[in-house]
């Protein structure tokens, strides 16, 4: 290994790393110009891709496999901060970690986010854990490690980063970043891994001026473990907003911004991805570099929405800020029984009502941005989001949705309420409170609904209309009478509907911090482009219960990708999903998550990551490998696998037993 310099500058006084040393990793016998050369080039997909890339990664019980001083070099160099794998709820089986009382507040904590966010190896969607240690389970079931990393690094400086990647590179070992765990797709964990646990990246740096070509205005600089609510109350002590997500706890700089992420305030600012100024990353190679519009500018645009865990491991991220503003939120809901007789067909239309309003809400004057949650049973806006609107404002654009309720004959419950600023307004809404939101209590699938299946905006409710809503009525179109026909179908078949509605195709101006909004051109950022014509990202979900079985699991993910997914894609062809929240199984990801971006962001990934150490079933080039269900989910080269087997690209949730008990 040898030393050398990387000056990693953002704005003025916000140098992080000035002067910083970083240990480039030796890339076992090859030379390192050779390897700043392989950096610097795109490399091909085709066969010159794979030299020196083993076929398979290894695991433990392979000959090759590190032994116990080797760990212990490991984490001399990372000042003792690795962690080796116990299970979470190793304490609820028979073993040396076994405790009744311990079990039982591991069973009563099992959906909350917060407890899997303080573990460095457990994953909120449990489903990727292949129930190898499950607290639900007999205590008389072995607690095996199966799709638990191996080692996790609790990493405080890049130095530990680059020192773990050096690890796994010279030891053929697959790679692993956590940093909640918030995940839907499997990517923070992996059988025989290392991981990297970067939650604790807490800094945050508030930037009063921040100046680029790209931008002019206030930024907050994050560490890559900083959650939503933490930027959101700082923000608020400089009488500031940031975009982040509706699940406060997910971490803001990985794979919320890097996979898009929708907000409240999406209407009036964009997506997550939208908000990225610059990043600091570690590139797969080992190299601490600058990636912002003028430096590195391709992995810039790679990290802003072209999905997370894929071309590096960001360090921290620039976003800009905007200011504090009163907010208005309502909430109307009503259930079938609302509706006159019970009637179905009429709860159907009020449904009909919401969606036939969506320009209205997000591209009139309010802006306004909206959440829902609709079954068979009931209908809920929890909530309707109002960005410097009052309560008045709010109730003049929901009017027509509300007086179409009426012709209908549908009960329903409203609340309109005005704060004094974003957090309060925010953590005012049930569902978005930390101690109501649960995780793996569902599975998922999504669709991007664009504005085109939904009626245009009336001239009532355009920017400079007369505001009087006298003459509107309800209005439909053929596209959104057979969405709401997949709606009642998916609803007749236990299925449920979590919707978010924005208008995602707006941010504020490149070259501004100013509140006007202004549309952003397609290329902008990797974000897929069906975001910039959708008025919804639709959640498709059937609930989960503790204790089911993965067959049960398997078999119900299954429908939600073929039977409820699939006519939301017949009905949008061409379109898209949201990458963090759809099917792990969704078919031809490279499409419905990346769009026209595939080929580009691949060629990206090669240049970064040319030894492919950042992997995700459904990642830029995730379709290269798949886990060996035959072999304790090794990580194998599509086409490749030991014992001379053609392994193909398989999406699976049970791995069996991985062969190590505690």
Known sequence: ????????????????????TTSIPSLSQISPLLSYILNLLPLSTGSNL?????????????????????????????DGRLIKTIPIASVCHHGPEYDEKRCKHVQENWRTPEFHEEHPSSHMDHIFLNASCDPFTSPSTPCEIGNYVQYTVNVSKPEHIIHALDFAREHNIRFVIKNTGHDYMGKSTGAGALAIWTHHLQDIEYIKNYESSHYSGPAFKLGAGVMGYQIARKAREYGKVVVSGSCSSVGVAGGYIQGGGHSTLSSVYGLGADQALSFEVITPTGRLVTASPSENSDLYWALSGGGGGTYGIVWSVTIKTFPDTPVTVGMVGFAVGDAPSANEDVYYKGIEAYYANSARWTQGKGRLSAFTVHSAARFDVTPVFGYNQSAGDVEEEIRPFLNTLDILGIKYTKSIVTYPNYVDAFFSVPLFQLENQQVGNFLLGNRLLPASLFPPLPASSAVGGSGSHDEDEISSTEDLKKLISIFRDISNKGGAILDAMSQFGVAVSSSSSSSDSASIPKDWNAVHPAWREALHTVGTII???????????SESQKRITKEFVEPLRKLTPGGGAYLNE??????????SFYGSNYQKLLRIKDKYDPYQMLYGSTAVGGERWSEDWSDSGRLCRVGTGRNGRNLKKEVRFSIGSSGTEL
Do not use: H
Not at 55 to 73: A, H, Q, V, Y
Not at 582 to 591: G, T, V, Y
């Open 1 to 20: 290994m040898y030393q050398g310099t990387k000056a990693t500058t953002g704005p003025p006084g916000s140098m992080w790393f000035s002067n910083f």
């Open 50 to 78: 794979w030299l020196g890339i083993p076929e398979c990664r290894i695991m433990p019980g392979d000959s090759s496999w590190p032994s116990p001083e080797l760990w212990d070099t490991l984490n001399r160099s990372v």
């Open 543 to 553: 609930p989960l219960v503790n204790g089911q079985s993965l067959d049960v699991i």
């Open 582 to 591: 759809a099917s792990p199984d969704e078919p031809n990801f490279q499409q």
